[in-house]
């Protein structure tokens, strides 16, 4: 897996943007802020450029040129470059589908594969989610939607306490584990690997 030092900086330890209290602008300040810009499309600007160059070549100045803007001006809607890698981080992950509904014919498994599919398109459409995964907290919105998504699947497996954590760490550290840019699984290699780890839940549902 590329390492947070790729990025090109040192990454903050306990820093995030989903928990900095961001107060209002005065009225005149806000008056001069850079019309046509928001916040939303600097992060989409910034996931298109994180696609094209990757995470070691990203820059605010590269980001503001392909936005027609000076660097200074993104910091009118951010306070770091950390912020913005967090948000295309959080904005990618929005890309996932919720897996289906209790009580269809694969139930949890087929679920399950489904959703660990899902990560690891993620992951092969955008090389840099990964990294970034293991740099910063991963609090967004569509993240804890994504654990939400996971917690609801691990309800339906019936494990309880122990074999329950224990369930979702290794699904956790598996899909990023075979998420990792350094060594990528074949799709076949990843989906009999799936099976397996489904198959070792399955078995431990079933000793409880």
Not at 3 to 12: E, I, K, N, T, V
Not at 98 to 110: I, K, L, N, S
Not at 119 to 141: C, F, K, M
Request: charged fraction near 20%; aromatic fraction near 6%.
């Amino acid at each position: 897996m590329v390492s947070a030092a790729d990025s090109g900086d040192p990454l903050p330890v306990q820093s995030s943007v989903w928990l900095a209290e961001t107060p209002a602008a005065p009225a005149r300040r806000r008056s001069e802020a850079p019309s046509g810009l928001d916040r939303d499309r600097i992060t989409a600007a910034t996931v298109r450029l994180l696609d094209a160059e990757g995470l070691a070549r990203f820059s605010m100045r590269r980001l503001a040129a392909g936005l027609g803007v000076t660097a200074m001006s993104l910091y009118w809607y951010v306070d770091t470059k950390h912020d913005l890698l967090e948000l295309a981080l959080d904005s990618a992950l929005g890309e996932l589908a919720a897996p289906a509904c209790p009580g269809e014919p694969d139930g949890w498994p087929g679920r399950l594969r489904g959703l660990a599919r899902g990560y690891r398109r993620v992951l092969a459409d955008h090389p840099w989610v990964a990294p970034l995964t293991a740099a910063y907290p991963n609090i967004g919105p569509h993240a804890r939607a994504f654990d939400a998504d996971l917690q609801c699947l691990l309800d339906a497996t019936g494990l309880e306490d122990a074999d329950r954590t224990g369930a979702h760490l290794a699904v956790s550290q598996f899909l990023h584990g075979c998420g990792g840019t350094v060594r990528w699984p074949p799709e076949g290699d990843f989906c009999l690997a799936l099976d397996v780890l489904i198959a070792g839940i399955e078995a431990t549902a079933t000793a409880d």
